[in-house]
């Protein structure tokens, strides 16, 4: 059974920092881009930010670039989000994705239609 499980959400106030995790099971995690999407309440899920497993490579919005950073430990099978700098309108349901190949990295942030997806974790950011 695949699985994608998201932690690390909570209430920080603004300009702090929190780290999300998101662990793969189920998949063949070498062989998949990762990605982090997040939907306010009543505004459209938007790309945050994705990383190719096998190279590296990553793609930000502008929205996040410079604050948010992504990365992966293969060995664990997860992909970590941290982000500093954290702004009221950073406040959404965080959600990690994964979809084989590198199509999100060549599409982001217009890209929504990965194989697989994780419940989603709380970020809360007060001002």
């Known amino acids: 059974e695949v699985q994608l499980v998201e932690s690390g959400g909570g209430l920080v106030q603004a300009g702090g920092s929190l780290r999300l995790s998101c662990a793969g099971s189920g998949f063949s995690f070498d062989d998949y881009a990762i990605a982090w999407f997040r939907q306010a309440p009543g505004q459209e899920r938007e790309g945050v930010s994705c990383?190719?497993?096998?190279?590296?490579?990553?793609q930000y919005a502008d929205s996040v670039k410079g604050r948010f950073t992504i990365s992966s430990d293969n060995a664990k099978n997860t992909v970590y989000l941290q982000m500093n700098g954290l702004k009221p309108e950073d406040t959404a349901v965080y959600y990690c994705?994964?979809?084989?190949?590198?199509?999100?990295?060549?599409?982001?942030?217009?890209?929504?239609?990965?194989?697989?997806w994780g419940k989603g974790t709380l970020v809360t950011v007060s001002s």
């Open positions: 994705a994964a979809d084989p190949g590198k199509v999100i990295l060549a599409t982001f942030p217009y890209y929504f239609g990965m194989d697989y």
């Open positions: 990383i190719s497993v096998s190279d590296g490579s990553t």
